[in-house]
């Protein structure tokens, strides 16, 4: 059975940097992306991150050039690093595997 448990949130000031870790188990053996989620309070589920098998990355607009998603296959663990935080990524982000496998997700809040 697939897991996935992230960890890595927190509370941190407007600025601030925090990095998510998703660790999956079993491997990543026959993985083709893996990525991340957010639900704000008030605002449907979104599309933050992602990354492909081959290392392709896609991004939200709104966290182009301030968050980055990575893998480390070796430790079956996905990352986000998030800098530059603003209050509005305040919300529970969730990672996922091909859509199909997800955690039960990590609040970030920040605060201005």
């Known amino acids: 059975q697939v897991q996935l448990v992230e960890s890595g949130g927190g509370a941190v000031q407007a600025g601030g940097s925090l990095q998510l870790s998703c660790e999956a188990s079993?491997?990543?053996?026959?993985?083709?992306?893996m990525g991340w989620y957010r639900q704000r309070p008030g605002y449907p589920r979104e599309f933050v991150a992602l990354i492909r098998d081959g290392g392709e990355t896609d991004y939200f607009e709104d966290v182009k050039g301030r968050f980055t998603v990575s893998r480390d296959n070796a430790r079956n663990t996905l990352y986000l690093q998030m800098d530059s935080l603003k209050p509005e990524d305040s919300a529970i982000y969730t990672c996922?595997?091909?859509?199909?496998?997800w955690g039960r997700g990590t609040q970030v809040t920040v605060s201005s």
């Open positions: 996922h595997r091909d859509w199909v496998y």
């Open positions: 079993p491997n990543f053996a026959s993985v083709h992306a």
